[in-house]
């Protein structure tokens, strides 16, 4: 049984920071991709941060240069370290585990979510 299970959210002031982990279980953790994606009230849920298994990194725009993704395959973690933190992240961040496996040649991907860590940035 494949588990995501993150931690770390809170409630905190603007130009603070928070650091969010996500603990996998049920994978073979370092062939997968690991990503974090957030999701406002009545918006949809967008990629923030992502790793794969080799270890490269890609943001989006309104991230960069303030959120450091980084993984722990001994420890089967990805953490999402988060600086500079704005009301605008404010959000529910979830972990994401993907890979893309080839049968017959046709590409699948497989997707895992966590169930989802709150972050309210407010003053």
């Known amino acids: 049984q494949v588990q995501l299970v993150e931690s770390g959210g809170g409630l905190l002031q603007p130009g603070g920071s928070l650091r969010l982990s996500c603990a996998a279980s049920?994978?073979?953790?370092?062939?997968?991709?690991m990503g974090w994606y957030r999701q406002a009230p009545g918006e949809q849920r967008d990629l923030v941060a992502r790793?794969?298994?080799?270890?490269?990194?890609n943001y989006a725009d309104s991230v960069k240069g303030r959120f450091t993704i980084s993984r722990d395959n001994a420890k089967n973690t990805v953490s999402l370290q988060m600086n500079n933190l704005k009301p605008d992240d404010t959000a529910v961040y979830y972990c994401?585990?993907?890979?893309?496996?080839?049968?017959?040649?046709?590409?699948?991907?497989?997707?895992?979510w966590g169930q989802g860590t709150q972050v309210t940035v407010s003053s």
């Open positions: 049920g994978i073979d953790f370092s062939n997968y991709a």
């Open positions: 994401n585990a993907d890979r893309t496996i080839f049968y017959s040649g046709i590409p699948q991907t497989e997707r895992y």
């Open positions: 790793i794969t298994s080799g270890g490269a990194t």
